[in-house]
């Protein structure tokens, strides 16, 4: 039996009157990397963002490292917090800072060490995600590819054991995406970095994935899970097939 | 030692080549210990040739990673040959995650060189004087769109202007009202005391009046209208740009300055006349309450002495007054909007700027009227 790294219990979301997702189960085993994926609006997303404690959930618990994050105290939170790295959708550097700053950031704040070592370790970070040279750019002069970079650069900063990733390769042309994809898999293969991805893109899926999750909008919860290779051939349910096969469900064609 | 140090032990001789069995973590806590690990090898043992041996090493981030590679760099550098032993796959893989020619190619100085404080008083002028000639620029552009389209009025966008006259003129009013009022009453209070002792009470509504209509009316609203509306604008249109949305309408076909700039400025310049009125209305209705209440004029007097001392010349001068200032205040704010390309940063920036900016030269053209006035 793989450890389990992450695992979310009953986990039911409520925005207002509308329920988004209902009674979520699910476990990210060590070292995997598990995709989220799923039509727009059914609740990706925000799955993501209950796993990483930024929403409170209606009901349920997300359990990480044997850490309950939505009852934990500020201290456990904190150390956890050093244990998580997060890219956002839209990479979310701090506008005020310089690509340099924005990566020294935590450092400074979590370790404690000499200017001199923090800037080597900006650097070996920069080396990593291939950014090297851009240090003093401002996020803003940094293009979409660029930006996630640097997005990656900082959220592993820490080294962190687990990594979420919101829409990494949204808005990208194939050619980074796909560079961006190869970056995410050498993390995965070097460090053994846990990762939780939530995407659309079929192509990100079918390269990076180990196991996927599929949410649905009417069931509210996920319709399936397992390899993305198995169940675009063999999953009983044609919705699963279809997201996997580009197919249009028949009652749309009906105008054409 | 405990487990989360970091350990080595060396052994051999520095001529015949040295064997560092490192143990322990290589992580980011003990980064500090192994880079001044790594000066003392290379400066005081001077070997002839290193083998390092990862076999006890317990865990390795990419600070361990780090440490590594420049273990390498320096052998090479020194000219000696450098063995890295029993690495497991997962730290070899993560070597190889880092571009290492990248990595050594960049030791080079990143900083910007600094300008001189001479060279930095320079650089701030030439800027003041580009951002006068950039408003003046906007201004006068802004003026001439907003008469060729008072030819064409059913090209000004009213329903904007309607909205707009509602935020910043109706929603507006409370505070001007408020600030007025306490504004007229500490005026007439504070004059009061001093004229008491001349026995020159009768003089306060006077006084009020006066110094409400002529300057303070216009002032005080300008100075509300920059700090609520002038940096509304700047933030709104500031965000926009940052959004696309103003390279959308240019796209589109449309003017930014007729679409977002001329309904605003047009609002502001009907609101301001009625919000200055009111103004001057609460002041006097302050120095009002403290003339009757705590000096003893009647109603009749108050009334009367306020009308005697109001001339029409000096309401429509500060009616003039105003209408400029509303140019001004909106013109400002709409072009620190403008001015903003892409950041959330700028946008505050364009906000602070769209008021400093608009009371600056609210002070200034006040004081041109000032002199001007006084030779008609």
Same mark, same amino acid.
């Given at each position: 039996?793989?450890?389990i790294?992450?695992s979310?219990? $009953?986990? +039911?979301v409520? &925005?207002?009157d509308?329920?988004?997702?209902?009674?979520?189960n699910?476990n990210?085993?060590k070292?995997?990397?598990?995709?989220? =994926?799923?039509?727009?609006?059914?609740?990706?997303?925000?799955?993501?963002?209950h796993?990483?404690?930024l /929403?409170?959930?209606?009901?349920?618990?997300?359990?990480?490292?044997?850490?309950?994050?939505i009852?934990a105290?500020?201290n456990k =939170?904190?150390?956890?917090?050093?244990d998580?790295g997060?890219? &956002?959708?839209s990479?979310?550097l701090?506008g005020?800072?310089?690509?340099y700053?924005?990566?020294a950031?935590p450092?400074?704040?979590?370790?404690?060490?000499?200017?001199?070592?923090i800037?080597?370790?900006?650097?070996?970070?920069?080396a990593?995600?291939?950014?090297?040279?851009?240090?003093? /750019?401002?996020?803003?002069?940094l293009?979409?590819g660029?930006?996630?970079?640097?997005?990656i650069?900082r959220a592993?900063?820490?080294?962190?054991?687990?990594?979420?990733?919101?829409?990494?390769? #949204?808005?990208?042309?194939p050619?980074t995406?796909?560079?961006?994809?190869?970056?995410?898999k050498n993390?995965?293969?070097?460090?053994?970095? +846990?990762?939780?991805?939530?995407?659309?893109?079929?192509?990100?899926?079918? $390269?990076? #994935?180990?196991?996927?999750?599929?949410?649905?909008?009417?069931?509210?919860?996920?319709?399936?899970e397992?390899d993305? /290779?198995i169940?675009?051939?063999e999953?009983?349910?044609?919705?699963?097939?279809? &997201? &996997?096969?580009r197919h249009?469900?028949e009652?749309? /064609?009906?105008? +054409? | 030692m @405990?487990?989360?140090?970091?350990?080595f032990?060396?052994k051999?001789?520095?001529?015949?080549?040295?064997?560092v069995?490192?143990?322990?973590?290589?992580?980011?806590?003990n980064f500090?210990k192994?880079?001044?690990?790594?000066?003392?090898?290379?400066?005081?043992?001077?070997?002839s %040739?290193?083998?390092i041996d990862?076999?006890?090493?317990t865990?390795?981030?990419s600070?361990?990673?780090?440490f590594?590679i420049?273990?390498?760099?320096?052998s090479?550098k020194e000219?000696?040959?450098?063995?890295?032993t029993?690495?497991?796959?997962?730290q070899r893989?993560?070597?190889?995650? !880092?571009?290492?020619?990248?990595?050594?190619?960049?030791f080079?100085?990143?900083?910007?060189?600094?300008?001189n404080f001479?060279?930095?008083?320079?650089?701030?002028?030439?800027?003041?004087?580009?951002?006068?000639k950039n408003i003046?620029?906007?201004?006068g552009?802004m003026?001439?769109? !907003?008469?060729?389209?008072?030819?064409?009025?059913?090209?000004i966008?009213w329903?904007?202007?309607?909205t707009?006259m509602?935020?910043?003129?109706?929603?507006?009013?409370?505070?001007?009202?408020?600030?007025?009022?306490?504004?007229?009453?500490?005026?007439a209070?504070?004059?009061?005391?001093?004229?008491?002792?001349?026995?020159?009470?009768?003089?306060?509504?006077a006084l009020? @009046?006066?110094?409400?209509i002529?300057?303070?009316?216009?002032?005080?609203?300008?100075?509300?209208?920059a700090g609520?509306?002038?940096?509304?604008f700047?933030?709104?249109?500031?965000t926009?740009?940052?959004?696309?949305?103003?390279?959308?309408l240019i796209v589109?076909g449309?003017?930014?300055?007729k679409?977002?700039?001329?309904p605003?400025?047009?609002?502001v310049?009907?609101?301001?006349?009625?919000?200055?009125i009111?103004?001057?209305?609460f002041?006097?209705?302050?120095?009002?309450?403290?003339?009757?209440?705590?000096l003893?004029?009647?109603?009749?007097?108050?009334?009367?002495?306020?009308?005697k001392?109001?001339?029409i010349?000096? !309401?429509?001068?500060?009616?003039?007054?105003?209408v400029?200032?509303?140019v001004l205040i909106a013109?400002?704010?709409c072009?620190?909007?403008f001015?903003?390309?892409? @950041?959330?940063?700028e946008v505050?920036?364009a906000t602070?700027?769209a008021v400093?900016?608009a009371?600056f030269? !609210?002070?200034?053209?006040d @004081?041109?009227?000032?002199v001007v006035? %006084?030779?008609?």
């Amino acid at each position: 039996m793989k450890e389990i790294a992450i695992s979310v219990e $009953n986990l +039911t979301v409520r &925005f207002g009157d509308s329920v988004v997702l209902n009674n979520i189960n699910l476990n990210v085993f060590k070292g995997e990397i598990l995709v989220i =994926l799923g039509g727009s609006g059914c609740g990706k997303s925000t799955l993501l963002k209950h796993m990483i404690g930024l /929403y409170e959930p209606e009901k349920g618990r997300v359990i990480i490292n044997g850490i309950d994050i939505i009852n934990a105290d500020e201290n456990k =939170l904190r150390e956890l917090r050093k244990d998580i790295g997060v890219l &956002f959708q839209s990479s979310a550097l701090i506008g005020s800072m310089t690509v340099y700053e924005n990566i020294a950031l935590p450092l400074r704040e979590y370790t404690g060490l000499s200017d001199d070592a923090i800037e080597r370790l900006v650097r070996i970070k920069l080396a990593m995600v291939g950014l090297l040279g851009y240090e003093i /750019y401002l996020p803003s002069e940094l293009s979409g590819g660029m930006k996630k970079r640097a997005g990656i650069a900082r959220a592993i900063a820490l080294d962190p054991t687990i990594l979420f990733f919101d829409e990494p390769s #949204a808005g990208l042309d194939p050619i980074t995406a796909a560079e961006l994809d190869l970056l995410i898999k050498n993390i995965n293969n070097g460090i053994g970095t +846990t990762m939780v991805v939530v995407t659309h893109e079929l192509e990100s899926i079918f $390269n990076i #994935a180990h196991r996927v999750i599929m949410l649905e909008k009417e069931e509210k919860g996920i319709i399936a899970e397992g390899d993305p /290779y198995i169940l675009r051939k063999e999953s009983k349910d044609p919705r699963v097939r279809n &997201f &996997f096969n580009r197919h249009i469900p028949e009652h749309l /064609y009906q105008k +054409t | 030692m @405990s487990s989360n140090d970091f350990g080595f032990d060396i052994k051999g001789l520095a001529e015949a080549g040295l064997t560092v069995s490192l143990s322990g973590r290589l992580s980011v806590e003990n980064f500090d210990k192994m880079l001044s690990f790594r000066g003392d090898i290379f400066s005081k043992y001077k070997p002839s %040739s290193l083998v390092i041996d990862l076999k006890d090493v317990t865990y390795m981030d990419s600070a361990g990673a780090l440490f590594l590679i420049e273990m390498e760099y320096e052998s090479k550098k020194e000219g000696i040959p450098c063995e890295i032993t029993n690495m497991t796959k997962e730290q070899r893989g993560l070597l190889e995650l !880092i571009d290492r020619d990248a990595y050594e190619k960049s030791f080079q100085v990143t900083k910007k060189a600094g300008l001189n404080f001479i060279e930095q008083i320079g650089h701030e002028f030439i800027k003041f004087l580009d951002d006068i000639k950039n408003i003046i620029t906007f201004i006068g552009m802004m003026i001439i769109k !907003i008469i060729s389209s008072l030819f064409r009025l059913s090209s000004i966008r009213w329903n904007d202007v309607l909205t707009y006259m509602k935020k910043s003129g109706v929603d507006g009013l409370p505070i001007v009202g408020l600030i007025s009022f306490l504004l007229g009453l500490i005026m007439a209070f504070m004059s009061s005391l001093q004229l008491k002792q001349f026995g020159a009470n009768i003089y306060v509504p006077a006084l009020v @009046s006066i110094a409400m209509i002529k300057e303070l009316g216009p002032i005080m609203t300008a100075i509300i209208v920059a700090g609520r509306t002038g940096s509304a604008f700047a933030a709104e249109i500031g965000t926009m740009k940052v959004n696309e949305e103003v390279d959308a309408l240019i796209v589109m076909g449309f003017d930014p300055i007729k679409f977002l700039a001329v309904p605003r400025v047009f609002a502001v310049m009907f609101i301001m006349p009625f919000l200055t009125i009111f103004s001057d209305l609460f002041a006097i209705f302050g120095g009002f309450v403290v003339g009757v209440l705590g000096l003893d004029l009647t109603v009749h007097t108050y009334i009367q002495q306020t009308m005697k001392a109001i001339k029409i010349f000096d !309401i429509i001068t500060s009616l003039i007054k105003s209408v400029t200032f509303a140019v001004l205040i909106a013109g400002i704010g709409c072009h620190r909007g403008f001015e903003v390309k892409h @950041s959330a940063e700028e946008v505050g920036t364009a906000t602070t700027s769209a008021v400093v900016t608009a009371l600056f030269i !609210i002070i200034l053209v006040d @004081s041109m009227f000032a002199v001007v006035l %006084s030779y008609i």
